[in-house]
């Protein structure tokens, strides 16, 4: 029987080039990083699971015996714009934004005026629906702002959703 220490004690980094070399274990990724400014290291089982959504290594995470990393540059930001956190498919000037959200507040009070069918109408000491929380989709909100002319059109189809779910509810 032959002694296997020292083989496989190492770990395979590949450069976007193709280009390969080879590091001894234990060895941090900072330290394979250090000569390559703004590159990480990734770790090859997590691209195929994650594709480009594959976490780097932390600087003081360390290299695995037999593991295949890449080492590629982290892509840099437009100069003069600032990331958004998050984007939405439906684009609105500020102007029309802010028309929504008044018309959608206006259609609120006029729902806690409306009853659904079968509650008994307000009477006196009976207090009127101050606010109401519709939960849509994305893609079915992006529907119905596709297929509606404009916003007060667009907040008549979400006013019947709602009126349409509150019925169902009352009826059972």
Do not use: W
């Not at 982290?74 to 939405?88: F, I, T, Y």
């Not at 529907?143 to 009352?170: G, T």
């Amino acid at each position: 029987m032959g002694n296997n220490l020292g083989v496989g004690k190492k770990a395979k980094v590949m450069k976007i080039n193709g280009e390969t070399f080879k590091t001894k274990t234990p060895t941090k990724a900072c330290e394979i990083v250090k000569d390559y400014p703004d590159h990480v290291l990734l770790e090859s089982e997590a691209v195929k699971q994650f594709g480009i959504r594959a976490k780097p290594l932390e600087p003081q995470e360390e290299l695995k015996p037999r593991k295949i990393y890449f080492l590629v540059e982290l892509p840099k930001p437009p100069e003069g714009k600032v990331p958004r956190r998050a984007q939405s498919s439906v684009h609105m000037s500020a102007k029309d934004r802010l028309e929504c959200l008044m018309l959608s507040r206006r259609s609120v009070s006029d729902l806690s005026r409306m009853r659904p069918a079968g509650l008994p109408p307000a009477g006196p000491g009976s207090r009127p629906v101050q606010q109401v929380k519709v939960r849509l989709p994305k893609a079915q909100l992006a529907k119905l702002v596709e297929e509606s002319r404009d916003e007060a059109e667009v907040a008549e189809k979400i006013i019947d959703l709602y009126m349409d779910k509150a019925n169902k509810a009352v009826a059972t």
